[in-house]
């Protein structure tokens, strides 16, 4: 007889704690199936669901769509005042990047987007779309608008060797950069890319870079939230 006062859900979310903590699973370690789980304990699917999605907003497991549900590694971490190459990043923390391309083309610019270019609407603007990862694992999706004024090669570049950081770096050095940073529902297509429910959190980072007083490049940088976080330290 379950003597425990604690609702099922939460008896669950403490022994997959157990486990973890104890090193039973370890960082990267794929667990147990729903289904399986349902099997061994003995409860409803919609109590390990429940239990498995807020151990997951907690950050102690990542749930790739179509894959399964792993022990979270510690959350990859990027620099919030840098310009960084997540490639270096991730290559840091001894993983191993790779990167999808989802889109690489010219279109007409949006008068929004041309407000930010001071061009005008209609006007030709590089327009590319990446998916990164780590270890597999979809940690980054990079939506990028770049002036071909300025990179006049862009869509020629293999961007599954290089990131569009190493190629505009070279062309156009960064003389100053702004980020916007807020907190998202990322839209039905990124969350198809980045394999991630509907519900999960998402941090996206709004980058702007200039050279020599002209706007390069515009990106908008999704990172689902149970897998990153942006850290940034100044002194006044």
Known sequence: MNT?????????????????????????????????????MGVSRMTINRALRELTLEGQLVRVQGVGTFVAENKAESALF????????????????????????????????????????????????????????PMQLEDRYVDPRLAKDYLVQDFSTITPYVYLSEVAPISEAEHVIEAVLARPHARKLLKIPAKEPCICLQRRTWSDGKLVSLAYLVYPGSRYRLSGRFKG
């Open 4 to 40: 425990d006062p604690l609702p099922r859900y939460s008896q669950i979310k403490r022994m997959i704690s157990g486990r973890i903590q104890s090193g039973a699973w370890r960082p990267g370690d794929r667990i147990a199936s729903e289904a399986e789980l349902v099997r061994d």
């Open 82 to 137: 840098e310009v960084r190459n997540i490639a270096e990043e991730i290559r840091a923390r001894g993983s191993r990047h790779e990167a999808k391309v989802v889109l690489l083309c010219r279109e007409a610019i949006s008068e929004i987007i041309a407000r930010q270019f001071n061009m005008k609407p209609g006007d030709e603007i590089y327009h590319s779309i990446l998916l990164h990862l780590e270890n597999d694992v």
